[in-house]
């Protein structure tokens, strides 16, 4: 059996964790499909104007949570959106985090185009239990939502 501080028994929490987060990502009607896939679990936007998907993954020894997307216009949309009302999109998240009862400290976010040439907007999670990932992914979803055409049904 691994010890508690082997890499491979990080990797086999972070595994549990998300197995649970799954449950409650399905339970909760906000995302479509929500899948694991490796270590990664990919829960779908409920009603995007084009595809993308809210992550948890695991990097470098971090947890990360994102949302992707391969279409160009659908993250254009979300900027736009930004660039208008002026907000910072790591002090959404942190609202949205505050709403979720999460009171730590300001968050980052990075916007790029990963290798898979997915339009990524990705966020480093504190801590790789259940609750924090959770917190997190709800947070990211509550966040996008409202932003360019993430939620095209609005």
């Known amino acids: ?3 508690p501080t082997s890499p491979q028994h990080a990797g086999h929490a972070f595994a549990q964790s998300l197995e649970r ?3 409650q990502a399905a339970a909760a009607g906000v995302f479509g ?5 490796g270590a990664r679990l990919s829960a779908a936007a409920k009603a995007p104007a084009a595809p993308a998907w809210y992550r948890l993954s695991s990097a470098d020894g971090k947890a990360w949570v994102s949302l992707v997307t391969p279409d160009r216009w659908l993250s254009h949309s979300v900027e736009a959106d930004l660039l208008h009302t002026g907000d910072s999109l790591g002090d ?3 609202e949205e985090l505050s709403e979720l009862g999460d009171e730590g400290p300001a968050v980052a976010c990075e916007h790029f185009r990963d290798e898979d040439r ?3 907007f990705r966020t480093p999670v504190p801590a790789s239990d259940e609750g924090t990932l959770w917190r997190y992914l709800r947070a990211y979803e509550e966040c ?3 932003l360019g055409d993430i939620d095209a049904a609005e």
């Open 1 to 3: 059996m691994p010890s």
């Open 21 to 23: 987060v799954r449950l």
């Open 33 to 37: 499909a929500v899948e694991i896939e």
């Open 92 to 94: 959404l998240i942190r």
């Open 118 to 120: 997915l339009f990524t």
């Open 144 to 146: 996008f939502r409202r």
